[in-house]
């Protein structure tokens, strides 16, 4: 057990940093981000359990599945505290409307948000709302756990492989904080793909590869604009890749 501690405390972080769960507190030094990088997969994939209760719920309860769909959006947005919501307004804001990286910079630190972060909120929601409705009943199942679970967990290690690959682009704030490779991260974002891959078959491969395109073209885009990554831009890649993968699965699922 006393091998597992370091994990368990590590696993604890990860739930303080990207949620508004109660997770105890951590006696003596707390694990740094960089270490508890791993577990944001692990994070994700407790957050999708979590929309996906409330839809199964909502669609048990009677209600339609536009309906359900926002209570589940809804329900993994206040969980995790709009954190990442709040990544892809910036980003969209600061790459939107900057002329150049100290600009960008600047913007995406501002709180207020611009024309650019509206959209880029009103577009994305609109679009998860409406994929989450169009695959209704095929989620209420156990079967659509594990989608909700994959797809958390793979938003999240999309944001840990940019994190293992790119540079922060800041001295200070969250990115930086996360900096600096890690095999066990790398290990943890393996396990993921290959879950995703094998469990969920062709249409798993698929999210898999939705997922990979999402962060390293987000991830391109934050290098040439600002040179490197920064909180900002991980919320944006676990947004875009979250919702961009169940766009996806609805089209093959439809077809």
Known sequence: MRAFRPRLRE????????TRLPAGRIAGQAPSLAAARWAFPLVGA??????WAL?????????????????AVA????????LH????????????????????????RDSRIGSYGVMALILVSALWIAALAQLGAQLGSLAGAGWFAMIGALSRAAMVAAQE??????????????AGRSRTARAA??????????????????????????????????????????????GAIQMLSEVL??????????G
């Open 11 to 18: 696993l604890q972080v990860a739930v303080m940093l990207l």
């Open 46 to 51: 407790l957050v999708g359990l979590i929309g």
């Open 245 to 254: 993968c169940w766009t996806t699965l609805a089209l093959l699922l439809a």
């Open 75 to 82: 329900a993994q947005v206040l969980v995790t505290g709009a």
């Open 189 to 234: 974002v393996l396990v993921v793909v290959l879950l995703g891959g094998l469990a969920g078959g062709a249409f798993g491969a698929a999210l898999v590869v939705v997922c990979g395109g999402t962060g390293a073209a987000v991830g391109a885009l934050a290098q040439r604009r600002i040179g490197g990554v920064t909180g900002d831009v991980l």
């Open 55 to 71: 839809f199964a719920g909502a669609l048990a309860a009677g209600a339609s599945s536009p309906l359900a769909a926002v209570l």
């Open 85 to 108: 919501v709040d990544g892809l307004a910036d980003f969209a804001d600061g790459i939107g409307g900057g002329r150049d990286r100290a600009h960008c910079l600047e913007i995406m």
């Open 165 to 178: 690959v790119l540079p922060p682009a800041r001295a200070d704030g969250m990115a930086r904080l996360a």
